[in-house]
């Protein structure tokens, strides 16, 4: 059995940080994954946040995001981050993590073919 587990969501103030990790528990090696992070606001559907390799070497963001959010992982831990720096109202939403096992693709970006889902970690990002 599967489970990712979210950490690190709350409430901050725009032009704050937080930082969300992802604890994976698996029967296989962690490497093994390609992972990423998603989000869902109120009313809208899930959306592509930022994705990293298995190795750790290659990561894709959203345009949205991009130079304001670093996604990393720890392979040896078993865990992958993603550092939110200025965060803005409109990133309010809550988080998810995901795993693909065994994908040929560096990354993973559509939701749908996620294999494994954290419970979601709630971001709230006031004005």
């Known amino acids: 059995q599967v489970q990712l587990v979210e950490f690190g969501g709350g409430l901050v103030q725009a032009g704050g940080s937080l930082r969300l990790s992802c604890v994976v528990s698996?029967?296989?090696?962690?490497?093994?994954?390609?992972m990423a992070w998603f989000r869902q606001a109120p009313g809208k559907e899930r959306e592509f946040v930022a994705s990293i390799s298995r190795n750790g070497g290659f990561s894709f963001y959203a345009t949205s995001v991009k130079g304001r959010f670093t996604i990393s992982r720890d392979n040896a831990n078993d865990t992958m981050y993603l550092q939110m720096n200025s965060l803005k109202p409109q990133d309010t939403a809550d988080y998810y993590c995901?795993?693909?096992?065994?994908?040929?693709?560096?990354?993973?970006?559509?939701?749908?073919?996620?294999?494994?889902w954290g419970q979601g970690t709630q971001v709230t990002v006031s004005s």
């Open positions: 995901a795993a693909k096992a065994d994908s040929g693709a560096y990354y993973l970006m559509e939701a749908f073919l996620a294999d494994y």
């Open positions: 698996s029967g296989r090696t962690f490497s093994t994954y390609t």
